[in-house]
């Protein structure tokens, strides 16, 4: 029997138009700095992939700088944009919010090593956020950056960044998207969105692993009022490629890729999104018909694709294993963040005990995910929370029980 794959916010399978563009890329040797005809065939294919990203995201192709993925394009934004406060005088101070993915947090907690202070804007039990929050937070406090994603990485989430971003700029602030879980999911806009910087990745978009973009923006986006000019340093120096934000040889066969992906997103991702969110509801209804289980998330503005469900007394990695072995890939969050004992920080921050946050369970579809995926999904699951809560409660381990 097949596998079923419901972890598409971890990363999506490669798509064939990609995979074929990338071989095409791959069996070309020239370095696209190079001033000869193989290296200026590789700058062309680099630049039209630039094109076909910024396309997706509305953007100007010089705003958009390549990268190797998320993680990098979140910490060249926000170590450069702290870097630039520190130069120009501005105030220390970073917002965020409790429930960002680790690429984002990580490299703020080093600004914190920095002498930067970082205040989390309250989230209620849904994981919202009260854009008024933000305002009051940046009257008593005028910051530097505001940091914020588009859509959340475990709830699937999507906030309102526009609004946020018009506050954070009336106030004096950047403002710093991680877009990664919207790409493909919603349109994107840059200009509409008002953001200094946004970060993408390719393989959440049936791209390339290892192969992300930062927007940054650039004198159009200012002209339009849209934002602050940026000239952000950069993170990994060398030479002079990407324009000098960003130095070593561009993965070419990887770029290309993800140019190919972001087209695919414009022509047939976003015109089906309609379809998917159907698709997750149906899946949806089906588990909260089970007794115990009940929705994680703001089930009013979210992702089509995302839907996060806890099962209460059930293990969630007990339930993620036996689902695995009967064929279906599910997740108990952040793929960056598996391998940790602590529960989701991110339910954690909702306000749920530690139980809780452990009993949840993150299905995300995606283009291949048909109805008798569901189906099977659905009776799969039932089976494995029946057999799960039939063992009882699992035992607790006291200091006293292992001596």
């Known amino acids: ?127 919202r956020i009260d854009p008024s929050e933000l305002r009051q937070v940046l009257r008593d406090r005028p910051a530097s950056v505001v940091a914020l994603a588009l859509v959340n990485h475990e709830l699937g989430n999507i906030y309102p960044i526009a609004e946020l971003s018009a506050t954070a700029h009336e106030l004096g602030a950047w403002v710093h998207c991680d877009a990664v879980q919207a790409t493909g999911k919603l349109p994107i806009d840059v200009r509409a969105l008002g953001v200094d910087t946004l970060s993408l990745s390719a393989h959440k978009v049936y791209g390339p692993k290892g192969t992300g973009a930062l927007y940054v923006a650039g004198p159009a986006q200012v002209a339009g009022g849209c934002g602050l000019s940026i000239s952000l340093p950069s993170l990994i120096t060398g030479g002079e490629q990407e324009r000098g934000r960003r130095a070593g040889t561009e993965n070419v066969a990887g770029i290309v890729g993800f140019g190919v992906a972001a087209d695919l997103a414009l022509r047939t991702l976003l015109p089906s999104v309609t379809d998917l969110s159907a698709r997750r509801d149906r899946l949806e209804a089906g588990l909260l018909s089970l007794g115990g289980a009940s929705p994680n998330g703001d089930r009013t503005s979210r992702s089509p694709s995302v839907c996060n469900v806890r099962f209460a007394d059930v293990d969630g990695e007990l339930l ?41 369970i993150r299905f995300s579809l995606g283009q291949g995910t048909s109805d008798a995926d569901i189906h099977r999904t659905l009776e799969t699951v039932f089976a494995v929370v029946a057999r799960i809560r039939a063992l009882g409660p699992a035992p607790v381990l006291t200091a006293a029980s292992a001596a």
Do not use: W
């Open 320 to 360: 993620l294993s036996s689902l695995d072995l009967d064929g279906i890939a599910v997740s108990t969050g952040a793929a960056c963040s598996s391998g940790s004992s602590e529960p989701s920080q991110v339910l954690r921050a909702l306000g749920q005990s530690r139980q809780q946050a452990k009993e949840a």
């Open 1 to 127: 029997m097949s596998r079923i794959y419901l972890d598409h916010s971890a990363t999506t399978p490669l798509h064939p138009d990609v995979e074929r563009a990338m071989i095409a890329a791959l069996s070309s040797c020239g370095n696209p700095s190079s001033l000869h005809e193989e290296g200026r065939r590789a700058r062309q294919a680099v630049e039209s992939a630039r094109g076909q990203v910024a396309r997706l995201i509305g953007a100007a192709s010089a705003d958009v700088c390549f990268t190797s993925g998320g993680s990098e394009s979140n910490s060249t934004a926000l170590l450069g944009l702290g870097e630039l406060a520190q130069k120009q005088g501005r105030p220390l101070h970073i917002v965020t919010s409790p429930l960002e993915h680790p690429s984002v947090l990580r490299p703020l907690r080093r600004l914190a090593e920095r002498g930067f202070v970082l205040t989390e804007l309250p989230v209620d039990a849904l994981g």
